[in-house]
């Protein structure tokens, strides 16, 4: 028996995928994805479907409850699965959905969302790993690859050229020499392999706002970009007046409190990419988030040089985001806006959440 | 699939309903199913009904119940449906002393089912009659497609709360009383009076009065349905240009809706009353002493009020024993409640002894409504610690806002009149004789939820096709809203 649930359940998770598709937009600018980052799968609440119906609101009905406690001492606060008098008991308390999807389709969803181009790897001849391909036909081989038509292809020439086919009743017996088999050769397939190198400024002008953004920010461009390469590193830079590599949880972590050279970032990051990733065999992203508030005395040309002798070349796109923060807007955006262009360089200004969308948008929009 | 009951149950059933029976209580033939515990959150999933027609909301269901299930949040232990026989389903892994307990608690809904008068009109062969529903929702599924049926649904099941709760069964057309058969009168009728007594006989002022409620009565005439008709659903079913598979997909819903309505009216009294029964039957008689502490364990789960929260078990199950125990001790009537003196109140007892069967009469005769109205008493919810809460907005916390008798009182009656929902009817269907639809809401100063609302009014007019507008208030003021078709109106009207 096909269970009838089946089919209910089957509707129920179309509804709720097409409901994600249009929070969509919700989910994004909010962190909540981040936390519930699995393996292989992403949980995603969804809000309740409930069918509209004319009735009250809970926080306007109040109701009835049992138990100790003097006028005035607070039961549960918004939010909490309290059910009325009418309808508790039994039934479950109603939590928030949650559906799970896999990384990619994640990435599918919001590609859709934003129009963004698939990313079209380059160096894909560079980087090989063998692979099983189906190539040709051999008189052996198990049974499971004969060829049947090969097969029954050369049992037919047999029987015409011996003069035992009759067209009349045309029953072709293949014998052990009649029989062909594919075969199979193993030869390099190309992969395209990618790193994503983020480097961001923690100095005391970037608050948990802004890092809150620069968070939700390379998830989703992480996420996207995984889901066009087979194999995806990230690495992580941060940088005030000097920069060194460090793991995610850090990354994200740290304040500290000097100045900002941001060249520093720039030479650690062209240092790592000229060892450890060969921009032939890798494709290489650098992504720059900073409030733009670059120390005098020469640094911004000191990036600019950097930026054009050695990371532009190699990259297949540079993004830089400048965060707003507190203390307004600096000035380095402006400055590589004047000095500097280039096919694969993005700048984008993340003025607050909402802006998120639109400064992913813009990092990859182009395709690269 | 299920499973033959096994003579281990099979004996146990013939055992706890002999106990039952020998306790008056009475019920349909019973008949079991044992299920494990995917199968058993799929009919949990339909209600307990073994064939739904197809609709997401079961898949919801179920994946909440699922999922709660594995994660050890909750499982079923019983689940038992209104019809004759009555079914009954068991989940297979739970232990003997469970099933029993069950089986004692669905004798007591059995019981309930069959003998309380507002299930009296329910359909008692409903299993088949939700297969037919079925059958017949599949077939315009396959006739006009699954997008289609099932968007429809989802409107008609948004409405299935428009009908009349208090019927005490469902009505199968609306009644119009007739019309008078000669035009009224539009003049009132003077009385003969010579000429100089006649602003003293006929006065001016009440011959306007008279005029004016001739007009009104007369305008009334003119309007449809003459009277408000709470059962909107049933207007829209008669009214609306629906086509034929959409009107029966409608009827679908409220025949539903009012087969559930009487559950929903009583919930309180028959949970208490099946409790109170598993309770006696489990303690007094079929119960093995090594079974006792899981019995207890268990049957403190049910019970557990969980933290501010009324749980209807408990409740349900408290008040009865309260009546048992006024009744058999004469604790009701005028002297009773004159006497105020707490040692005489204490000690109260008239060895009257007609606690059960003041019990079994009130069984048969109340609803949650009438049953609280009548036995909630200020000593009761005294010593079971009941309050009133209310939201507080500046806290964004429920916090305890009263104890006192009148007020928990009120709003529990509050809670369960016309099922907690708000009384809404239809009072004209020719609005500015343009065939828009006018529904009203009797506010009883609680606002309704007015996003839902409005993708409510979007359904209504869905089905009526024309402009619908909804008179209730928003913000303490009286306003309409409206929907056109493409767009939503909130306006201010006069009381």
């Known amino acids: ?368 | 699939m299920p499973h033959e009951l096994t003579i281990d149950l099979r004996t146990l059933q013939e055992q706890i309903e002999q106990h039952a029976c020998a306790y008056g209580l009475d019920f349909f033939e019973i008949i079991y199913e044992v299920l494990d515990w995917e199968e058993i959150n799929e009919v949990a999933a339909y209600g307990g009904y073994p064939a739904r027609y197809p609709h997401w909301r079961f898949g919801m269901e179920y994946i909440e119940l699922s999922r709660s299930y594995a994660y050890g949040l909750s499982r079923i232990y019983e689940m038992v449906i209104n019809n004759d026989p009555t079914y009954a389903y068991l989940l297979a892994a739970n232990h003997l002393v469970d099933q029993k307990l069950v089986m004692a608690h669905v004798c007591g809904h059995g019981d309930f089912f069959k003998n309380n008068f507002s299930f009296a009109h329910t359909n008692r062969k409903m299993v088949d009659e939700m297969a037919n529903h079925a059958a017949r929702i599949r077939r315009y599924m396959e006739a006009f497609g699954e997008e289609e049926v099932e968007k429809f649904l989802d409107r008609c099941l948004s409405l299935d709360n428009l009908i009349d709760y208090n019927a005490p069964h469902i009505r199968r057309s609306h009644y119009e009383p007739p019309r008078d058969e000669q035009e009224p009168p539009v003049e009132p009728r003077r009385l003969r009076a010579k000429e100089y007594m006649e602003e003293y006989i006929n006065p001016e002022d009440v011959l306007a009065a008279e005029r004016q409620k001739l007009q009104e009565k007369q305008r009334r005439e003119e309007r449809f349905p003459s009277h408000p008709q709470k059962d909107s659903v049933l207007f829209l079913l008669e009214n609306a240009p629906l086509k034929n598979w959409e009107r029966d997909v409608l009827g679908v819903v409220r025949e539903e809706a009012y087969y559930f309505a009487p559950q929903g009216r009583s919930k309180i009294m028959n949970e208490g009353w099946a409790s109170y029964w598993h309770s006696k039957i489990m303690t007094e008689r079929a119960l093995d002493p090594s079974e006792l502490v899981d019995y207890a364990d268990h049957h403190a789960g049910t019970m557990a009020p969980y933290p501010g929260r009324l749980n209807p078990y408990k409740l349900g199950l408290e008040l009865w024993r309260d009546i048992e125990e006024r009744w058999n001790k004469g604790r009701h009537g005028s002297d009773w409640e004159a006497c105020d003196d707490f040692e005489a109140r204490k000690n109260w007892d008239t060895r009257e002894g007609r606690g059960r069967e003041r019990m079994f009469e009130v069984r048969r005769h109340y609803n949650d409504v009438t049953f609280i109205d009548e036995f909630l008493t200020p000593d009761f919810v005294r010593k079971h610690g009941l309050f009133v809460y209310e939201y507080h907005p500046s806290t964004g916390q429920y916090v305890i806002s009263d104890r006192d008798f009148a007020a928990v009182k009120e709003k529990l009656l509050f809670g369960l009149t016309n099922f907690g929902q708000p009384w809404i009817e239809v009072v004209e269907a020719n609005h500015l004789n343009r065939g828009e639809l006018v529904l009203s809401h009797r506010y009883e100063g609680v606002p309704l939820k007015l996003d839902l609302a409005r993708e409510t009014l979007e359904n209504i007019h869905y089905v009526w096709k024309r402009p619908v507008h909804l008179e209730t208030h928003v913000d303490e003021e009286p306003v309409v809203l409206g929907f056109d078709g493409s767009s939503h109106t909130t306006e201010p009207r006069k009381e």
């Not at chain 1, 980052?37 to 306007?60: K, M, N, T, W």
């Not at chain 1, 309808?87 to 129009?115: C, F, K, N, S």
């Not at chain 1, 004969?146 to 086919?165: D, I, N, V």
């Not at chain 1, 970037?206 to 989703?220: A, D, L, P, T, Y």
């Open chain 1, 1 to 368: 028996m096909i269970k009838r649930i089946e089919r209910d359940r089957r509707r129920f998770e179309d509804i709720v995928r097409g409901k994600i598709k249009q929070d969509l937009k919700r989910h994004l600018t909010r962190g909540e994805l981040i936390g519930r980052r699995g393996e292989e799968l992403v949980s995603i609440p969804v809000p309740q479907i409930e069918l509209p119906r004319f009735r009250y609101g809970r926080r306007d009905t109040g109701g009835v409850g049992q138990g100790p406690g003097d006028v005035g001492t607070p039961i549960g606060s918004d939010g909490d699965p309290v059910d009325g008098s009418g309808a508790a008991g039994d039934a479950p308390g109603h939590h928030i959905r949650e559906v799970e999807l896999t990384i990619q389709e994640l990435a599918e969803l919001m590609g859709e969302e934003l129009e963004l181009p698939r990313i079209q790897p380059k160096g894909a001849e560079s980087l090989t790993v063998p692979k099983n391909r189906f190539t040709g036909i051999k008189r052996a081989g198990p049974e499971s690859l004969r060829s049947f038509k090969r097969t029954y292809k050369e049992a037919l020439k047999r029987q015409l050229a011996s003069g035992s086919y009759n067209p009349r009743r045309p029953v072709i017996v293949p014998v052990r020499e009649d029989m062909r088999y594919r075969s199979f050769r193993e030869e390099p397939e190309a992969i395209a392999n990618a790193v994503i190198l983020y480097m961001m400024d923690v100095s005391g002008s970037m608050g948990n706002e802004q890092k809150e953004i620069v968070r939700i920010e390379s998830f989703w461009i992480d996420t996207w970009i995984r889901a066009h390469y087979d194999g995806l590193e990230t690495r992580y830079l941060i940088h005030d007046a000097a920069a060194r590599e460090v793991d995610r949880e850090t990354f994200y972590t740290t304040r500290e409190s000097g100045g900002t050279r941001i060249s520093s970032a720039y030479q650690l990051a062209a240092d790592i990419v000229q060892r450890e990733y060969p921009p032939q065999a890798w494709n290489v992203y650098f992504f720059h988030f900073s409030d733009g508030d670059n120390w005098g005395g020469g640094d911004d040309e000191k990036c600019f040089t950097l930026l054009h002798e050695r990371l532009l070349p190699d990259a297949n796109l540079f993004g830089y985001g400048q965060v707003e923060s507190r203390y307004g807007s600096g000035q380095f955006l402006h400055a590589l806006e004047s000095h500097l262009q280039a096919e694969n360089l993005v700048l984008s200004r993340i003025e607050e959440r909402d802006a998120i969308l639109r400064s992913i948008k813009d990092f990859l929009g182009k395709g690269k």
